[in-house]
């Protein structure tokens, strides 16, 4: 899962960026590596890895991962190439879903790119971008069509739904509140436009440390943003990125009574990818043994032979079956022979949707 953070200059952006960076580098628990200056990879914590590890003792535990890229340069006009414009829009269309940080909190010493708080004003600001860079994309493939719509039934089809996107965009409304058919091919074509409004959304407020508490209930910025997701049916979630780079230079025993003194339950991170696997459909199916135990993120409703597949293409060429028992009773059972004796192992054909927290054993042959 790869996900872009993006927002204006000055709104929590990189620090929550730079507070993964840390996370990654300095805990055990959200291991980070750095390939870019501007991206990096963090294992998604999950009990339910490490606790087979103990019951398998085995030499290795993998953790799920995110793929985090901070996206600068958003201003107004980015469009239009203003800042380093085009090159980051660019780089959102290679992410599953955006995290669009918005400032929610007052600081007369952090200046704001137009000179007061206001996340209404703010997310128009990005997202107007973001229209308008799609806008170009739709109007260069109307462009070509244009003309073979006349002589072909099926181009002509298409044309018509891009004009209808088009409209839709027009009207300041973003890509993925636009009402795709059920047809196949024009599913298939919106697909294919790869349109940065159509990518899935998660609003991080980032407010002060005052405001976490009550997850930010009564901070009237929080309530704008939470006003605007749900137009668009997209996550929020509320966050202090300054918290969050104080959390991320602890241990574990440290961070937990850290945040437990701050009467919170999860770190920012922890809600961000609760949130991502929310708004993305996912969900986690496991694999245990000696050799390695470890976590596989697949979309919900997925069979069994394509689950197979996320760990080899050979596993799903030849699926045969689906050994397969719930993590709670693995573990309180000690043993897979001790859940085959109570009946609680299933033996799952190519119809099986995987649930998740299964843990599975495939049985193929190619």
């Keep these: 899962m790869k996900l872009g953070i993006v927002g204006l200059p000055n709104v929590g952006k990189s620090t929550l960026f730079n507070s993964l960076t840390k996370a990654g580098a300095e805990s055990a628990n959200y291991p980070f590596c750095t390939i870019d200056p501007n991206i990096g990879i963090v294992q998604v914590p999950d009990e339910r890895v490490d606790k087979l590890g103990e019951l398998y003792h085995t030499k290795k535990c993998t953790h799920a991962t995110i793929e985090f890229v901070d996206i600068a340069g958003l201003v107004k006009g980015a469009s239009k190439g203003e800042g380093l414009g085009n090159q980051f829009l660019a780089n959102i269309r290679e992410v599953d879903a955006i995290v669009h940080v918005v400032r929610c909190f007052e600081d ?47 181009i002509a089809k298409e044309y018509e739904q891009l004009e209808e996107i088009k409209a839709h965009l027009e009207s300041g409304k973003m890509a993925r509140t636009f009402p795709v058919s059920d047809d196949e091919d024009k599913v298939a074509w919106f697909n294919s436009y790869n349109l940065l409004t159509a990518k899935p959304t998660i609003y991080a407020a980032n407010v002060s440390e005052d405001d976490l508490a009550d997850d930010g209930a009564s901070n009237k910025y929080v309530q704008a943003v939470r006003a605007q997701a749900a137009t668009e049916g997209s996550e929020v979630f509320v966050i202090c990125a300054q918290i969050e780079q104080e959390i991320a230079e602890l241990d574990d025993d440290e961070k937990a009574m850290f945040l437990e003194d701050l009467g919170l339950k999860q770190s920012g991170l922890d809600k961000l990818i609760a949130a991502s696997y929310s708004l993305l459909g996912l969900m986690s199916f496991l694999t245990a043994g000696e050799d390695e135990c470890r976590a596989w993120t697949i979309k919900k409703g997925t069979k069994a032979p394509q689950a197979a597949g996320k760990i080899h293409t050979d596993f799903e060429r030849g699926f045969i079956k689906a050994e397969v028992v719930n993590y709670k009773n693995l573990l309180e059972l000690g043993s897979l022979a001790a859940a085959r004796e109570k009946g609680l192992v299933g033996m799952e054909g190519k119809d099986y949707v995987v649930q998740d927290g299964d843990v599975i054993l495939f049985r193929f042959n190619v």
């Design 108 to 154: 007369t010493n952090v200046v704001h790119v137009d000179g007061s708080v206001d996340p209404a004003r703010d997310i128009e600001t990005i997202n107007l971008e973001l229209i308008f860079s799609d806008l170009e994309i739709l109007q260069r493939r109307i462009d070509k069509v244009a003309k073979q719509a006349k002589m072909d039934k099926t």
